[in-house]
């Protein structure tokens, strides 16, 4: 039985009508890759993602351009598949030696050549790449940066549908969300706010807001991040802050100084963590709790 990685949604109906009176021509704007189904994947799949993109088959292949993806597809189990990753992706160590260059600039030659059947990035890629990848028959699954917990829960549950299915991506979504609600629950800061390595303030529509506020109260009330004193509404207990600033910066501050001065603990946490939400984004709350 042919099987089809990817198919635009419009044409579902008519590529698997087709498919059953015996005529096997793609539509022009389609894009196939064959191979043999079995009876597993025939109860699981096709999938439709939140996009609109079908997975028919639990892909063999995929490369990766996104190292928050790459952490979840090692976290999942499916390491196993990755051909490729980008040049920022290291962790795990040793994937694999492939690299393909980045979201902002992949390397479409090297992933055309090694061919994976689904590529995962969290940054658009260029009307020109799309075209080419999909011409190459490789299907692009782009994942959204999350700005809440259940958005963080949906990265897996996109990753795990792709290749086991909606009741995997349902099953892993939950799973992440519970571990990390579970992390969050031995500490209890109070109220916070959380300083960015711009030395801006979170606010609290923000994916470091929605993280932190698992185990406290955002008193940056600011849409995005915000440079004003008149958005933050109080001052707070936890003054919580980018490693890759110091004391100083938030002391010498004109907008966080004040907070210092008036009692507010300071504590440093890895900022990466939220650039690569994973399961080490768990982390966050270990170096929290050590300053309590």
Avoid: W
Wanted: charged share 20%.
């Amino acid at each position: 039985m042919k099987k089809f990685a990817r198919i635009i949604p419009a044409l579902l109906a008519a590529s698997m009508l087709a498919g059953c009176s015996g005529d096997n021509s793609p539509a022009p704007s389609e894009i196939i890759i064959t191979g043999v189904t079995s009876d597993a994947e025939n109860a699981v799949f096709p999938v439709k993602l939140a996009d609109g993109t079908m997975i028919d088959h639990a892909p063999e292949s995929a490369a990766s351009l996104s190292p928050a993806a790459t952490e979840i597809l090692a976290e999942l189990g499916y390491s196993d598949r990755l051909t490729a990753v980008c040049r920022y992706c290291d962790f795990p160590e040793g994937l694999t030696s492939q690299t393909a260059g980045s979201s902002e600039n992949p390397d479409i030659d090297k992933l055309t050549e090694l061919h994976p059947e689904v590529l995962f990035t969290t940054s658009p890629l260029a009307e020109r790449e799309v075209y080419a990848l999909q011409t190459a028959g490789i299907t692009i699954v782009e994942l959204s940066a999350p700005k809440s917990i259940e958005d963080y829960g949906g990265l897996y549950g996109t990753i795990a549908a792709v290749f086991s299915g909606e009741e995997a991506g349902k099953a892993a979504s939950g799973k992440a969300v519970s571990d990390l609600e579970s992390a969050a629950s031995s500490v209890e800061m109070g109220t916070f706010i959380y300083v960015t390595p711009k030395l801006t303030a979170a606010g609290a529509d923000t994916f470091e807001s929605a993280v932190l506020s698992l185990c406290g109260s955002n008193l940056c009330a600011a849409s995005g991040y915000s440079e004003s004193a008149d958005d933050i509404t109080g001052t707070p207990e936890y003054i919580v802050a980018a490693d890759s600033l110091t004391e100083s910066d938030i002391a010498g501050s004109e907008l966080f100084g004040g907070f210092v001065s008036d009692g507010a603990k300071v504590v440093f946490v890895p900022a990466q963590r939220f650039e690569r939400p994973s399961g080490r984004l768990a982390e966050i709350f270990t170096y929290i709790g050590e300053t309590e």
